[in-house]
């Protein structure tokens, strides 16, 4: 469908063809779910091995993981989760089952108590804030996850967006604004296949980030949150080269918080969520933890390294995962090939759980709505930037994961049509 050089008379043809087959969905009744990005019940079905496995030995080594206490995680998830961060063991903590939880508690922390770091403490974002006038600041790379824009909106972090390319944020930008206002304190990284775009960083995206604190000062943060790091599910997917690797060499560890948990390995809600830090962040973040909790959930965390073992162990999971992710993305990739080509632009990830898909602007929530009344629920338009506002109206997160592949033919039929009927609506009324 080539809008650009149709004319009046073609562009009103589509319009009666598109608006009679989107009548016809609307009269049959569907309710299909492309939102949220929750592993299907046949993937949590894959973990089923871990109810039962301990079968009565709670021992982790001289540990007994049924008592309080540990409140770093017990050494044998700390080395395994280690091997997914690209960490030491001892960098690690092992907590409870949600890494957004530890992404709150270490903003809040910064924010409110500051943080250990080789240049001493200092009182917390908030005194600084306090002390110029101003405003704490986050970069926010966009198109990106809701939810880490939820955590600077809760806690009153203004967020500032810039672009992400295929590289990752758009370097040059990140470097610019962290030079101009020292109120900027951190970014959100989603470095191997992003929420929504599936990107994975360059290795000179990383080596830059790593090197980020000298441009923006002792008390900047990566939030760097490896949600997907063993989440291929194509053979030819890039690799992410080691962020930590580049701080020891550039000697900035202390600016860098690396999140990662098995909500999308194992268990959505009965997981083990892990964190990386420097010596003197891990130490401030547990004295801190400490007032909230005595210890984690240790009997999880030994059942996910019993059902796990190691880094081999995980991959071999992680393959039959993407046995059941590879034909559903390729469906969706396939909808938008043979239909949308000129009308949109799209992602075509390796790993991870989204598609991001952009209409031409000013369409994204008119093609949202219009997906919702014949039946399609879709990621609210503007979810991906910060405080729900897409200044093009432009992008919508596809979420294939759950639906079964007849579903998701059915919900990506009505995807397209909606597309070309508002793109087409659009090139009328323009
Ligand atoms: N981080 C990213 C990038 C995600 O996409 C998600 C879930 O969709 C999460 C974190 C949630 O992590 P958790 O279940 O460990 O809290």
């Known amino acids: 469908m080539q809008l650009d050089h149709a004319t009046t008379e073609q562009l009103r043809q589509w319009e009666a063809e598109l608006s009679s087959q989107y009548e016809a969905f609307r009269a ?20 089923n091995a871990l109810d039962g496995i301990l079968g009565g030995d709670y021992a982790a080594g001289e540990v007994d993981t049924r008592n309080y206490g540990g409140l770093e995680g017990i050494a044998e998830a700390r080395a395994l989760f280690a091997s997914v961060l690209d960490a030491q063991p001892e960098e690690v903590l092992a907590a409870g089952n949600s890494s957004l939880t530890l992404m709150h508690q270490t903003a809040l922390l910064d924010l409110h108590f500051g943080a250990g770091s080789a240049a001493g403490d200092w009182p917390g974002w908030a005194a600084e804030a306090r002390a110029s006038g101003g405003r704490i600041k986050f970069l926010a790379p966009v198109p990106g996850y809701d939810r880490h824009f939820g955590i600077c909106e809760h806690l009153g972090i203004e967020l500032l967006p810039v672009p992400l390319t295929d590289q990752g944020p758009d370097m040059d930008a990140v470097e610019a604004a962290v030079q101009a206002d020292p109120l900027i304190k951190g970014i959100w990284c989603v470095p191997r296949f992003s929420n929504p775009t599936g990107i994975v960083y360059s290795a000179d995206t990383v080596a830059r980030l790593a090197r980020l604190a000298r441009l923006a000062g002792d008390h900047f943060r990566v939030f760097y949150d490896n949600a997907y790091a063993v989440h291929a599910f194509s053979e030819d997917a890039p690799e992410l080269a080691s962020l930590l690797d580049c701080c020891r060499r550039e000697d900035t560890l202390d600016s860098v918080y690396l999140f990662g948990s098995t909500s999308k390995i194992t268990l959505a809600g009965a997981g083990v969520a892990f964190m990386a830090a420097s010596p003197a962040n891990l130490t401030r973040l547990r004295r ?15 059942r996910h390294v019993r059902f796990l073992r190691d880094l081999d162990g995980i991959h071999a999971h992680m ?22 080509a000129g009308l949109g632009e799209w992602t075509e990830p390796k790993g991870g759980y989204f598609v991001s898909f952009d209409t031409r602007p000013g369409l994204a929530a008119t093609v949202v709505r219009m997906a919702a009344e014949a039946g399609v629920a879709l990621t609210p338009a503007g979810a991906t930037w910060p405080h729900g506002h897409d200044p093009e109206d ?9 639906p079964t592949l007849a579903e998701i033919d059915q919900a990506m039929e009505v995807f397209v049509t909606c597309v070309k009927l508002a793109s087409v609506r659009q090139a009328l009324q323009g």
């Open 28 to 47: 049959s009744g569907l309710t299909l779910d492309l939102t949220r990005g929750k592993p299907s019940a046949e993937q949590l079905d894959l973990s």
């Open 394 to 402: 432009r992008n919508i997160r596809i979420a294939p994961t759950v």
């Open 288 to 302: 801190h933890m400490g007032f909230a909790q005595i210890g984690p959930d240790k009997v999880n965390q030994l």
């Open 319 to 340: 393959a039959r995962h993407a046995e059941l992710l590879r034909p559903r993305f390729e469906l969706v990739l396939d909808k938008l090939r043979q239909n949308l």
